[in-house]
């Protein structure tokens, strides 16, 4: 009796080891996914770019913003936003900082009063002018904080295999979860679901276009419908440069 307990005993505990093992192994695999996600929609370091919004509200109709994106990724991540039409939005900036330690900064320029304004975390979640995306969708959101899950691997979009990957906050945020479908070649999260804190479906973006620019698979066309108003934003790229040395200074609002 005493050899049959002891024999359970080990089974039991191998089996408690095989499982932690199992799920560490789990979290490895996600942080791994999620690293080179991001580094497969943040390719090279620097990027130049023109750059369009269409929004269109529930009726089909149509407004058409346009500009210029700049993007370095050295140190830290840094995207500015500079558009040239409408008359009416000329010269207004947004800028989007993501420093060493992961913390996003948020600035936007405003022509008509020129002055910087620098968003408080809690601002980022708010509509950018209108559109479908919010100022924290213009850069990649933070990851450092969410807890992390596969859940599904070998799921398709669009035809092609990806990883399935939902991310909960572990604090208060304007996202319940997050659930991207990440290809498994290239990392591009094809296909985004964003989830209300009631776990209703409230938007979902999408990869429209991707083509290889100097040997990286770039994104060219974005779009991001908001499911339950039935309104979308387009955002498309075109005369895309990566690595040219963009200067620090372009990177500096007025």
Same mark, same amino acid.
């Given at each position: 009796?005493?050899?049959?307990?002891?024999?359970?005993?080990? %089974?039991?505990?191998?089996?408690? *080891?095989?499982?932690?093992?199992?799920?560490?192994?789990?979290?490895?695999?996600?942080?791994?996914?999620?690293?080179?996600?991001?580094?497969?929609?943040?390719?090279?370091?620097?990027?130049?770019?023109?750059? !369009?919004?269409?929004?269109?509200?529930?009726?089909?109709?149509?407004?058409?913003?346009?500009?210029? *994106?700049?993007?370095?990724?050295?140190?830290?991540?840094?995207?500015?936003?500079?558009?040239?039409?409408?008359?009416?939005?000329?010269?207004?900036?947004?800028?989007?900082?993501?420093?060493?330690?992961? %913390?996003?900064?948020?600035?936007?320029?405003?022509?008509?009063?020129?002055?910087?304004?620098?968003?408080?975390?809690?601002?980022?979640?708010? +509509?950018?002018?209108?559109?479908?995306?919010?100022?924290?969708?213009?850069?990649?959101?933070? *990851?450092?904080?969410?807890?992390?899950?596969?859940?599904?691997?070998?799921?398709?979009? !669009?035809?092609?295999?990806?990883?399935? %990957?939902?991310?909960?906050?572990?604090?208060?945020?304007?996202?319940?979860?997050?659930?991207?479908?990440?290809?498994?070649?290239?990392? *591009?999260?094809?296909?985004?679901?964003?989830?209300?804190?009631?776990?209703?479906?409230?938007?979902?973006?999408?990869?429209?276009?991707?083509?290889?620019?100097?040997?990286?698979?770039? %994104?060219?066309?974005?779009?991001?419908?908001?499911?339950?108003?039935?309104?979308?934003?387009?955002? +498309?790229? +075109?005369?895309?440069?990566?690595?040219?040395?963009?200067?620090?200074?372009?990177?500096?609002?007025?």
């Amino acid at each position: 009796m005493r050899a049959t307990t002891g024999r359970s005993r080990n %089974v039991a505990a191998a089996t408690v *080891l095989l499982i932690s093992m199992a799920v560490v192994a789990g979290a490895t695999d996600v942080t791994e996914i999620l690293t080179r996600m991001r580094q497969a929609v943040e390719p090279g370091k620097d990027v130049r770019a023109a750059i !369009e919004f269409t929004i269109t509200n529930a009726k089909g109709e149509s407004v058409h913003w346009s500009g210029q *994106l700049y993007r370095r990724s050295v140190s830290d991540t840094c995207t500015r936003l500079v558009f040239d039409e409408p008359l009416d939005f000329r010269g207004t900036e947004v800028m989007v900082q993501r420093g060493a330690d992961g %913390v996003t900064h948020t600035r936007v320029y405003l022509p008509a009063i020129r002055r910087v304004r620098e968003l408080d975390a809690d601002f980022r979640g708010e +509509s950018f002018f209108g559109t479908d995306f919010n100022y924290e969708d213009l850069g990649l959101q933070q *990851l450092d904080y969410q807890q992390q899950t596969l859940r599904g691997d070998g799921e398709e979009t !669009e035809g092609r295999a990806c990883h399935q %990957v939902e991310s909960v906050p572990d604090r208060g945020w304007w996202y319940g979860k997050i659930v991207r479908c990440i290809d498994k070649k290239d990392y *591009l999260p094809r296909r985004t679901e964003y989830y209300d804190r009631a776990g209703v479906l409230w938007k979902l973006r999408t990869f429209d276009e991707i083509k290889k620019i100097d040997g990286y698979p770039t %994104v060219t066309q974005i779009t991001m419908r908001t499911v339950p108003t039935g309104t979308s934003t387009r955002i +498309s790229m +075109s005369d895309i440069h990566y690595n040219t040395g963009l200067p620090e200074s372009l990177f500096q609002m007025p």
